[in-house]
């Protein structure tokens, strides 16, 4: 590790595709005793909006009572929640984490969240608030489908990249095309990762594609046993299914069954197909990262995964914390 590295904050990260055991992995890292205190904070789009329990599997409030989490349940379905917010807020929670002598483990499947907190932001043009005005009140006269339609009818590759219910990112997409900047994807996968925000051992996990879908479905099926309609209805009696948070997958579906333009059956299809589908999206963007350490895991016997990325851990966490003596020393 170069000397310039020991004096930077350092945090450990596992990101993966959903249903691959982050969250069961992380908090069996935080029980291990050979390890420093870890405190955990959640690097997931969804889980930072509240009354979204079922449908975003958060972890338990008994296990976040045991060990600390982090930017979960922090903002109502309505906001709405940004890369940059994120960042700012997870930057906050590491300096009071490593304030207490512990470790911070940043957990979760969104890779822009974790590129932006370790790498900072691309240039990207703002937003331009005349044309967001104009597409979200389409959006309050239509709904998100129609709104990926005007995306799909300009701009077809880009409009496969984004699920046809996720408004905000379809605002965003067309906001690009309006503005004449169109190269958003490009800029980001471009990103020259100069200047290192943070010391991070980044793992990236890696579960059999076949026992990752079938882990997706049976997921799927569980939250509807857990009561995921009920959660859904209970939240459009405050919040519009246009909410930012009523957008994501498992919302929007369980929205139009209750609107009943398809069956709770149907609904469910579509939830474990799109599920499925982000799954293959997240891995695409991993692959992509640098410096990340891929990680097999099977997440039904962790017990072999636990081992090796607790030795990485450790070592690492010596290494800089013996690194930052010295140098304080001289």
Known sequence: MPPSEYMKPLTVIIAGPTGSGKSSLALALARSSSLPPIEIISADS????????????????????????????????????SAA???ADADRCIQEILARRSLPLVVGG???????LTCG??????????????YQRFLELNDA?????LLQERDQERSKTI????????????????????????????HAFRDRRYTTLKFVLSVDRKKLYTRIDERVDQMIS???VQEVENLLRSFSKSAPGLTGIGYSQICRYLDGDVTLDEAIRLIRRDSRRYAKRQLTWFRKEPDVIWIDHD???????????SQRIRRFYEEWHNGRKSLRDQ
């Not at 079922?54 to 989490?69: A, F, N, S, W, Y």
């Not at 489908?145 to 339609?149: G, V």
Request: overall charge neutral; proline content about 5%.
């Open 85 to 87: 917010d994120f960042t």
């Open 163 to 190: 699920h046809a219910t996720d408004s905000y990112r379809i605002i965003r997409a067309l906001e690009l095309l309006d503005t004449g900047e169109t190269d958003i994807a490009h800029k980001l996968d471009q």
């Open 145 to 149: 489908q129609a709104l990926h339609a």
């Open 226 to 228: 857990r009561g995921l």
């Open 46 to 81: 969804r889980q930072v909006y509240r009354g979204m329990d079922i449908g975003t599997d958060k972890v338990p409030l008994k296990e976040r009572q045991e060990v600390p989490h982090y930017l979960i349940d922090i903002i109502n379905p309505d906001a709405r929640y």
């Open 121 to 134: 932001l691309a240039a990207l043009p703002g937003s331009k608030g005349v044309l967001r005005n104009k």
């Open 110 to 116: 969104t890779g822009l969240y974790l590129r932006i």
């Open 299 to 309: 997440p039904e016997d962790q017990s072999r995964c636990l081992d090796n990325i």
